[in-house]
């Protein structure tokens, strides 16, 4: 048997032979340095060759093969996107460089270089243009598109378009982009929020300013972020849901410059437009100023189809809302506009270590509308009928300002404070006659049909000062990605408003036109709402392998509201009296906290698969009192919700993404009280303390392929939702002394409430993208639950949306953009006396343009709807037409229009909703939208390159900022 005995004297003899080994070797090691061998190379004579290869119009070339040989190298590798390549661990100090690319001349150079240098910064390469080269090459360093992880990237070199162009004409022609007249743009079914610079917010992230402004030359690359917040940016770690950001990427040969563009305009109707914009751009340094004023059409409502143009109309939406629709509400987006913006942006790197990032907008916008709508709103005792006509005024005014500091304290600290301040005021009003009608379904003693009219005219007045600050610090620990963040906000909100109603209510003898009573309502309703975030985050990452690590993420949120709202009866003399019944005082705090702890596979860059596997923990809190009604309310809950996301990339332009997220969300304070809310009289209100939290899960997936040989790009999109626990309200007719009826909310908790939404693009181009089709459509599907009356009801609503639009670029003074559209939108109610809908619009659409004797341009755009499922007496089947004629001059610097919009006067649509409950809403509003306009525009820029520092050439980074080779 082995013994202890034994097993000392194994280690004994064990740890003799250890020590045998170690002085060999270093008898040896000592050899070496006394006499080397020839060909063994030391550490220290190792070193680093960096350079750029250039065009001779000093633009670097991407892509280019570079080969460094020596008698003890031989390195190949291909220049960046900047042209720039570097070689690391070069033996020997005297090595010859050959360079070659098509459509350029070869390049041989011998070099011998100070062999006692470690680095080695050597003079650009120049190449001279190949004679011989055929027209058709196309120098492609690198593919069109490439799919990054929460980034899509575009190559705008790949995109042609005329010069002076601005970057909107250049994200049109890019796959997968859908881009208004307005300025938005919607990425693969998605909208963009805001829009960035080299990585930063610019002129407050507004995406028309910028890509309506900015010159296409400059620009880089353009890049589609999943942005989940500067702290997840920071340290990698995600949680929530992201939005999407546009990032602009500026050319290193165009990353300095000043830009201005000065318009002016006046029309027929009293339509006018000026605007100044201004920017001067030199690394990471920005400025920008953007004025405008404009009297303009508001718009009109429009079938859903995201088509990119303004002047699409048609049939309706489906949309899932409250159940109880407002009846004395205005839907539509039409009438007269008269707005104004003044923004201010400046970013710099003042030293070394601090980077300030500052954007200040002020706004006004002045809205005058006219609205008429027809609603039917089922229910188990019948059905309501209401008509409305109604005019509506909004002024609206507001500031904000936002402060960035970023410094980086050393290499391993880095903090971020960021103040805001916000400030906006409303003056609004609206006059309004509703006609009502309830047609009972199976009429008896207690169920009659009834007539109701209701006449009103509401003002309304109201200030929201906004406040607040964000501090983010990181710590970068020696271990590599071992990091620690802590983010911390404080954010106050004040809104004050006071209401003027004043309300004439005819109770009618069931459907006949005797009136029972005239009832006349003279109120001002006072409100004050206080509310109070403060939200702290701590997140930390240890990596566990090269290519793994664990992630921890917890923070706290915590909302308190102070909430008061006085309802005063006004009389003949002028005098008010509180009515106590319709005042409500009330303060309530909701505090959350999420501890998650997640494992992360795939850190690194070249790793196919990553995936993330964890858990949230997620406690809360919601507690108050209603100082009016003396009632007290706390509850706490639980929940758990997994963490789940999985990426695989087969390469840069082909990926499959899916994520599960959970969130759960408490019941409102006013759903949870059990009193009775009588504010307004027709609508009351009642809550439930039984409610339970509600408990959404959300799986998203997209799949992205880009055949960069074919041109060929497609992807699909598909997210669905489920909601344990749906909060719906359940809306109970109610009878009244003049045997009308009310109808009161109250809330209960049911399932089976889900969405599930596709969508899907695909892209071709050809003939050297001179032709490009496109196919982009949504399929969604909305599993709506209500109640009515205590009984339950299933609404179901189907929208198909399918568009299809080539973009015919064959020469340079031709350029055509037909398109067509088809979509359904159907809905079905299981109550027995519900509503179906189901609205068919097809869609024919074109625009484009002549370019005649290279400076006089024609443009035009037309579009032909046809709708089909909306009463025939509210809607037509509109034409509208668009054209201009515009003059270059000053070598297309300046440019002199003449516009006309809508020459048959029929861009006037019908909008409709339907809502959860079934009820259908069909809106139209006044457009005014047939004018003439004449245009001035102006547009100055000088461009140049980025210069190296102190010799050293400036290194991008992944976002387009700035900072050392």
Known sequence: MFNIYQ??????????????????????????????????????????????????????????????????????????????????NVKSAVYTISVNS?????????????????????????????????????????????????????????????????????????????????????????????????????????????LQNLPAEIVEKIQIVDDYGDQAERTGIKDGDPEKILNIVTKRSKSVGN??????????????????????????????VNIRLNNTVNGVANSGNSSGNNNNGGGGRGNGGNNTPNLNAFGGSGGTTNNGTSAFSYRDQITPKIKINTNYRYAFNNTNSINSSIAQIPSIRGNTFSSNEGSSTNDTKS???????????????????????????????????????F????????????????????????TRPNYGITAFYQHLFAKPRRNISVQISLNNNNQEAEQDRNARILYYDGLSDLVLKDSLINRVVNRDNLTKNYRASLTFA??????????????????????????????????????????NIYDYSFTQTRLALNYRYGVSKDSKLKFSLGVTAVPAVLSGTKESLGTSTNRS????????????????????????????????????????????????????????????????????????????NYSVNANATFIENSVVRNVVQISDAFNSRKNETRFVNLNGVYRINTNHSISKQFGDRKYNLSLNGNISYNHGVSMSDNIENVTTTWNFNERFGPRINPTEWLEVNPFVSYSVIKSNNTLPSSLDSKTNTLAFNIDGKFYMWKTLIFGYSASKNYVSGINANITNNPFVINAYIE?????????????????????????????????????????????????????????????PRNGDQMMRRGDGGFGRF
């Not at 070797?25 to 220290?44: D, M």
């Not at 929460?150 to 982009?177: F, H, I, P, Q």
């Not at 437009?273 to 920017?279: D, M, Y």
């Not at 929940?639 to 999985?646: D, E, Q, S, V, Y």
């Open 887 to 947: 003059k270059e001059f000053y070598k297309r610097r300046a440019k002199l229009t003449f516009q006309a919009f809508d020459l048959l006067n029929q861009n006037n649509f019908v909008n409709r909703n339907i809502l959860d409950n079934g009820a259908i809403i069909d809106t139209r509003s006044n457009a005014l939208s047939q004018y003439f306009m004449v245009r001035l525009t102006m547009r100055l820029q000088k461009w140049s390159g980025a210069k």
């Open 399 to 437: 500031h904000n300002l936002n402060f960035e500091l970023e410094a980086n304290l050393d290499s391993s600290n880095f903090l971020r404070i960021t103040p805001t301040f916000n400030y906006a005021s409303t003056v609004a009003g609206n006059e309004s006659s509703n006609l009502q009608r």
């Open 439 to 462: 047609v009972a379904a199976e009429p008896s003693p207690d169920n009659q049909s009834f007539r109701q009219d209701q006449t009103g005219n509401n003002s309304n007045r109201n």
């Open 259 to 288: 830009s201005i563009n000065v318009t002016g305009g006046a029309g027929n109707n009293d339509r006018y437009e000026g605007s100044v914009f201004a920017t001067r751009l030199n690394t990471n340094q920005s400025i920008g």
């Open 542 to 583: 240890e990596p566990l392998t090269v290519n793994t690590q664990l992630e921890f993420n917890g923070q706290i949120n915590y909302n308190g509201y102070d909430n008061t709202a006085i309802t005063s009866n006004i009389f003949t003399d002028g005098s008010k009296q509180i009515v106590d019944s319709l005042s």
């Open 102 to 210: 098509l459509g350029f001349k070869s390049f041989i150079g011998k070099y011998r270089q100070n062999d006692a240098t470690a680095k080695i910064q050597m003079a650009p390469i120049i190449l001279k243009a190949d004679s011989k080269t055929l027209d058709a090459v196309v120098i492609n360093g690198a593919p069109s598109i490439t799919y990054k992880t929460d980034t899509v990237e575009y190559k705008a070199s790949d995109y042609v378009v005329r010069e002076n162009a601005t970057v909107d004409e250049l994200v049109k022609k890019m796959e997968g982009m859908e881009v208004g007249n307005d300025g938005s743009v919607v990425h693969q079914g998605a909208p963009i929020a805001r829009a960035k610079i080299n990585g930063k917010v610019y002129l407050g992230g507004d995406v028309a300013t910028a």
């Open 7 to 88: 097993a000392v004297s194994f280690l004994l003899s064990y740890k003799r032979l250890l020590v045998i080994i170690i002085l060999l070797t270093t008898i040896e090691a000592i050899a070496q340095q006394q006499n080397p061998p020839k060909n063994v190379i030391s550490p220290l004579s190792l070193r680093e060759v960096s350079g750029i290869v250039k065009d001779t119009t000093n633009v670097g070339i991407p892509g280019v093969t570079v080969r460094l040989t020596s008698e003890k190298d031989t390195l190949i590798m291909g220049t960046n996107p900047d042209g720039m390549f570097r070689f690391i």
């Open 637 to 712: 809950s639980f929940n758990l919700i997994p963490i789940a996301r999985f990426q695989y990339l087969w390469s840069k332009q082909h990926s499959l993404q899916l994520n599960y997220s959970g969130n759960a969300t408490e019941p409102s304070f006013d759903q949870i009280q059990p009193v009775r809310d009588v504010s307004n009289p027709q609508n009351p209100v009642v809550g439930n303390p039984d409610l339970k939290v509600t408990f959404n899960h959300s799986v998203n997936t997209s799949y992205n392929n880009y055949i960069a040989i074919a041109k060929l």
